[in-house]
T-cell receptor
Framework: EAGVTQFPSHSVIEKGQTVTLRCDPI?????LYWYRRVMGKEIKFLLH????????ESGMPNNRFLAERTGGTYSTLKVQPAELEDSGVYFC?????????????FGQGTRLTVV | AQSVTQLGSHVSVSEGALVLLRCNYS??????LFWYVQYPNQGLQLLLK??????LVKGINGFEAEFKKSETSFHLTKPSAHMSDAAEYFC????????????FGSGTRLLVRP
């Protein structure tokens, strides 16, 4: 069974450019999460999809970040325009629906560097 | 508000020595607690979790953790470190809202000396 897959693994862009990160969750997982780790600090929640709907986007830093989950399958996270402080590792995670104890599976992360 | 504190951003042990990684949490409700590990160039992998029941939880690769409510702690231990245990370890608690999002500590990097 394939795990959570993220593309690209690394991205280096200039300040002001646009970057789109992609996440393919485990098939059948309704819950999809985005997290971010900046500068060796704690991993922080960005947002949560249930199928194609945004359940909670309280962690999104600002309106330069846009997340979508077309058809309840894969998700994209677009940063436009990117700023230096957006650099970090972006993790995607997925879990089956409904249970708070359900195991959450993480992808390898996308390391974003804004220069 | 729920939060997680990991004492020590770096811990160094000799191969064969006891591993102890500390985690304290703050929660107004009974917590669900987790330890995740990130090996170099890999994603986060679940080591173990506590939800209810037995307070001593065993995980993969010989790790275990004990939930101590009186101390609000969930420390991770392994009796004998192996070189392959070198990684970054994250303690986390689930926030019991509609999203069940994970609240992470800042991580502890474990170094294992030969």
């Amino acid at each position: 069974e394939a795990g959570v897959t993220q593309f690209p693994s690394h991205s280096v862009i200039e300040k002001g450019q646009t970057v789109t990160l992609r996440c393919d969750p485990i098939s059948g997982h309704d819950n999809l999460y985005w997290y971010r780790r900046v500068m060796g600090k704690e991993i922080k929640f960005l947002l949560h999809f249930v199928k194609e709907s945004k359940q909670d986007e309280s962690g999104m830093p600002n309106n330069r970040f846009l997340a979508e989950r077309t058809g309840g399958t894969y998700s994209t996270l677009k940063v436009q325009p990117a700023e230096l402080e957006d650099s970090g590792v972006y993790f995607c995670a997925s879990s089956q629906g409904g249970a708070q104890g359900a195991r959450t599976f993480f992808g390898q992360g996308t390391r974003l560097t804004v220069v | 508000a729920q939060s997680v504190t990991q004492l020590g951003s770096h811990v160094s042990v000799s191969e064969g020595a006891l591993v102890l990684l500390r985690c304290n949490y703050s929660s107004s409700v009974p917590p669900y607690l987790f330890w995740y590990v990130q090996y170099p160039n890999q994603g986060l992998q679940l080591l173990l979790k506590y939800t209810t029941g037995a307070t001593l939880v065993k995980g993969i690769n010989g790790f275990e953790a004990e939930f101590k409510k009186s101390e609000t702690s969930f420390h991770l231990t392994k009796p004998s470190a192996h070189m392959s245990d070198a990684a970054e370890y994250f303690c986390a608690v689930i926030l019991m809202d509609s999203s069940y999002k994970l609240i992470f500590g800042s991580g502890t990097r474990l170094l294992v000396r030969p």
